[in-house]
């Protein structure tokens, strides 16, 4: 307060209102003409109607709990305000319309490649972000479009969304406040509450003194700060004795302890220096974290400039989408989600709400007959999920999701079976601070058929499909729980995750989602030496029930185990080793499906060498690999090699890549496969640049080819380029798979900016 009063009478150029009171104590303590510049910023940050309530004495706020601490954000908020702000009006965000054509594009290609079925294609695409009130929305739209040379057809696709930008609104929010607010002022930053404190309690301590005998020759400010009661007792009676000019009483001395204490207690007790110093930078650090993080900086914007009710409705939006949208939230409710409708999620005093509808499209045009008669190609869905916390933080929710089926104009005119199918799930994450996270999801599902056409008799069977929920429950279930954290005093990261869902589960919301299956798994690393070596070990494993009846299964298996060593700035070093398999279990025993295991070793190393620096990537491994083919088991054994060079050169540079496997055992039909391109990256003219390379590639009884490779980038203008590659390859042998593998490849591209 004696801060905001020693400000000169022209510091805020804001308008006085004269004769108005505030019931609150600190209010008295404002001087004139501040007091009415005061009341004046009220009204101006807060609204005409805040205003008026406050003078009616706070009736809006109901306790005075929440007056006073209105008002010290208020009175924060008027010492903080930049000093040359030119008008209260100007607190208000910008209310004009603004927009900003990000891009605008067309493209059209055609591709004759033999064997593929491609054509003309062309793909329109727009992007805008426009502002009303200052609140910016993205819009996209895109038109995909064309025909393959096998004549199907197909229809413009457009696909558009809006999109309310949420960091973009925080940042213009943030940059507002800056922009009138001095943010260290108002946390108080500037004030050095040190000398303030000892001022006070130097004023305080005279104010007590007696006459002829004041305190401040016994007694310093400093002292009565950070002394407790025996250092200050002892104190007072070292100095009282080292007085030779006065004499001081025992029962005075007493009196004057009493009134020593007195005062302390009023200053809050003795204070440790040390964890003082230690309080004040951390707190410090907080304000720094506080006011770089424009979320934190929009979330005071409602204190400290006037906000529509749109406006602050906004700052707790989380997300909103409007059109052809995807949703996400967890793999129990929606994941994955691509809809034509609207979602959207906000945060309020750690109160979420999030919500969804629309139609869904699955069905691709050959999905017909029993297949697209069965499974749901289209519906309609709803969903909600609600509860405490956040997405990514620690939250209690729980979601549902309804879903009905629907015809889509892309399918024949088939008899569809009508489902609803509802969806429920519980979805925690527990947080153990330095310990880790807990994330735990349960979720359930049902579906109700009737019978197909739009006729019939379906009153035989509830069609809501939530009035069967807990029927077949272990078949409809699904289930996830993952453990993930650090030990950083061991240098350890770990994650054990279990996951089951049952063979009948349905969610509509996560289209991808595996059904009858059990999946667990670790991941565990740990680093040492300032992460100069690391070892990573992980671990899946997956059972997928292919059958209701016979409880046959697909079993997969995945065993990883890297370590990596720096020895130096210039060289690091690495190996890994790999094992995935696939086994099927049913009636007829256990068949192993394939095996892939795989050991090797990699580099990353830089250097100069001849004057020239050089940077290489060098990979050389082993792997085995068993698998079935129609003729039969197959067993390989592949020497792997990898080579990466590059070496620049001002502003080019030379490369060189190889790449060969080699099949021990000759059984592969691919095994035998050496690739080699070097090449050479230039720029001529200023405005081309070129690169050239040499190309070798030979697979044994395969292919075997020699080629040039050219490209060519050119700027003209500073809007147009031009984008040129040509590709021509020389064949040295002719094999039934050689049209796997053209002779010629050509491509351009044109681009021209308009703005």
């Known amino acids: 307060m004696e801060s905001l009063n020693r400000l000169p009478a022209n510091a805020r150029q804001l308008p006085a209102i004269p004769g108005s009171q505030l019931p609150s104590p600190a209010f008295k303590d404002i001087k004139d003409p ?19 309530q406050l003078q009616q004495g706070f009736g809006v706020l109901k306790d005075s709990a929440r007056m006073e601490q209105f008002l010290d954000n208020k009175l924060r908020g008027f010492y903080a305000l930049v000093k040359d702000h030119p008008a209260a009006s100007q607190l208000k965000l910008p209310g004009k319309p603004e927009n900003k054509l990000q891009k605008a594009g067309a493209q059209t290609s055609f591709g004759d490649t033999t064997g593929n079925s491609s054509g003309w294609w062309s793909n329109v695409e727009v992007r805008d972000r426009f502002a009303l009130g200052s609140i910016p929305v993205n819009l996209q739209y895109a038109n995909v479009s064309g025909y393959s040379r096998f004549g199907h057809d197909l229809s413009g696709e457009n696909l558009g969304n809006f999109k309310f930008d ?32 000892k001022q006070f309690a130097d004023t305080r301590m005279k ?34 004795a080292a007085d030779s000019l006065h004499r001081f009483a025992e029962k005075d001395l007493d ?39 424009p979320a934190s900086v929009a979330d005071m914007a409602g204190n400290l400039i006037p906000m529509s009710g749109l406006q602050r409705l906004f700052l707790k939006i989380r997300e909103l989408n409007v059109g052809n949208i995807a949703a996400n939230a967890s793999k129990g409710s929606v994941s994955d989600l691509f809809m034509t409708g609207a979602a959207g999620s906000m945060l309020n005093k750690d109160k979420f709400l999030m919500l969804g509808a629309g139609k869904t499209r699955q069905a691709l045009p050959y999905d017909m007959g029993l297949e697209g008669g069965l499974n749901a190609p289209s519906s309609s869905l709803q969903f909600l999920r609600m509860g405490r916390g ?66 019939g008799d379906h009153a035989a069977i509830s069609k809501a499909a939530i009035a069967h929920f807990f029927d077949d429950f272990f078949v409809t279930l699904s289930t996830g729980l993952r453990y993930s954290g650090e030990v950083q005093d061991w240098g350890t990261t770990h994650s054990v995750y279990f996951n089951y869902s049952g063979l009948g589960y349905n969610n509509p919301g996560n289209p991808y989602a595996r059904r009858g299956m059990l999946a667990y798994g670790l991941q565990l690393k740990r680093s040492w030496l300032k992460n100069k070596a690391s070892v990573q070990l992980r671990t899946d494993f ?12 697909w079993k997969n298996r995945t065993l990883a185990l890297d370590g990596r060593y720096r020895l130096s700035k210039k060289l690091t070093l690495g190996a890994r080793i790999h094992e995935s398999s696939m086994r099927s279990t049913g009636e007829h025993g256990r068949d192993e499906v394939f095996v892939n295991r795989k050991v090797s070793f990699n580099s990353q190393w830089n250097a100069k060498m001849g004057g020239l620096r050089f940077f290489n990537q ?28 590059t070496i620049p050169i001002g502003e080019r540079m030379i490369s060189a890549n190889i790449f060969y496997n080699r099949d021990v055992r000759n059984a592969a039909i691919y095994g035998n496969l050496l690739t080699i391109d070097a090449g050479y990256h230039y720029r001529l003219l200023k405005v081309l640049q070129c690169g050239s390379s040499l190309t070798f590639l030979d697979n ?53 900016m308009l703005n």
């Open 34 to 52: 501040l007091r009415g510049q005061f009341l004046s910023y009220i009204q101006a940050s807060s609204g005409t109607a805040k205003f008026n």
């Open 166 to 197: 949420r960091e973009a609104y925080l940042q213009k929010v943030s940059a507002h406040v800056r922009k009138n607010y001095d943010l260290k002022k108002y946390f108080l930053d500037d004030i050095d509450f040190k000398s303030q404190l």
């Open 207 to 240: 104010s007590l003194a007696g006459a002829g005998d004041s305190l401040a020759r016994l007694i310093r400010p400093e002292d009565l700060i950070y002394f407790d009661s025996a250092q200050l007792r002892n104190q007072l009676l070292a100095n009282a």
């Open 255 to 293: 009196a004057h302890l009493s009134q020593l204490l007195q005062l302390q207690k009023e200053l809050g007790g003795s204070l440790d220096v040390n964890s003082m110093l230690n309080r004040q930078h951390a707190v410090r650090g907080q304000i720094d974290q506080i006011i770089d993080n």
């Open 390 to 455: 956040e997405l990514g933080a620690a939250h209690q929710h729980v979601s549902m999701v309804n879903a009905n089926t629907r015809r889509d104009p892309r399918m024949p005119d088939v008899r569809v079976l009508k489902q609803n199918i509802f969806a429920g799930a519980l979805s925690n994450q527990f947080s153990f601070g330095d310990y880790g996270k807990l994330d735990f999801e349960i979720s359930k599902s049902n579906s109700s058929t009737g019978g197909a056409g739009p006729t």
């Open 542 to 553: 997956r059972d997928m029930a292919r059958s209701a009846v016979s409880g046959s299964q």
């Open 618 to 645: 060098s990979a050389l491994g082993m792997q085995q690999l068993h698998y079935l083919t129609a003729a039969g088991p197959l067993k390989s054994l592949f020497l792997n090699t990898q080579v990466s060079h």
């Open 700 to 752: 044994r009884n395969v292919v075997s080819q020699a080629g040039i490779r050219q490209q060519v980038a050119a700027t003209l203008l500073r809007r147009c380029q031009v984008n040129l590659s040509l590709d021509a390859r020389k064949s040295f042998m002719d094999s039934p798979q050689n049209y796997l593998y053209g002779n010629f490849r050509s491509e351009v591209s044109f681009f021209y």
